[in-house]
């Protein structure tokens, strides 16, 4: 066994069977998802390494799902599609993407396209476990924030609300937005619960405070 786990969302109870017996047999734990509502709930519950996602699927097509899921998880993804055509495959790329393949194909050509979106992933993760944007470095793996070199003392939504804003330097997000994607869609709070974090949140940044910016009937950004 490897120890990797990859998600394949797709309709098509028979495709899912054909990519998890393949992958099962090459050592990969293999989980399914029908549609990308019940991928997102998943996902939520235990994060996989990899997703291979249908395009056409019910309730929430593979394009929108992975705009969903990419606003959240930096997580590698192939689509998988019926459709090859060349607009498609560049829309999917742009929305984050890391591979387009067209059925029918072979299950070898699916497993050498696994394995070099695995390991493009892991050099840039590897690359990437610290983040520094201006006067703040975040540690992805322990959730730890400095800002000219003294630790921030968050709370874990402080943490994820902040990375958020600062991995996007430059977008804004309005509050529900910030809402689903840090404290998730069936969360029940008012949008307040997002200013009120803000707030704490400026007022740990001290004289860093302006780096996130409020816009103003919208909601906020960060900005070096």
């Known amino acids: 066994m ?26 990969y734990t293999v989980v399914e998802a029908s549609n990308g509502m019940d991928a997102l709930f998943m996902i939520d519950k235990k994060v996989p390494d990899l997703l291979i996602v249908d395009v056409m699927m019910p309730y929430m097509d593979g394009f929108s799902f992975t705009k969903k899921v990419k606003s959240k998880y930096d997580l590698p ?11 498609d495959k560049i829309h999917g790329l742009k929305l984050g ?29 590897q690359r990437a476990e610290r983040y520094t944007i201006g006067p703040l470095t975040l540690d992805i793996h322990s959730y730890k924030a400095v800002v000219d070199g003294v630790s921030l003392s968050l709370t874990l939504k402080e943490y994820e609300l902040l990375s958020l804003l600062a ?12 809402l689903q994607s840090v404290w998730g869609e069936d ?38």
Request: hydrophobic share 35%.
């Open 97 to 125: 993407g890391d591979d387009y393949i067209v059925k029918p194909f072979h299950p070898g050509e699916l497993l050498a396209r696994i394995e070099s979106v695995l390991r493009r992933a892991n050099h840039v993760s």
């Open 2 to 27: 490897n120890g990797l786990t990859v998600m394949v969302i797709d309709d098509e109870k028979t495709m899912r069977e054909l990519v998890k017996t393949f992958l099962e047999k090459e050592g």
């Open 167 to 178: 991995r996007n330097t430059g977008k804004v997000f309005s509050r529900e937005q910030l």
């Open 187 to 224: 969360y029940n709070g008012s949008e307040r619960t997002v200013d009120t974090h803000i707030k704490t949140l400026r007022l740990k940044l001290k004289e860093h405070a302006p780096l996130i910016k409020t816009v103003w009937g919208i909601g906020y950004k960060f900005e070096v």
């Open 77 to 87: 993804l192939i689509f998988l599609s019926a459709k090859g055509e060349e607009w």
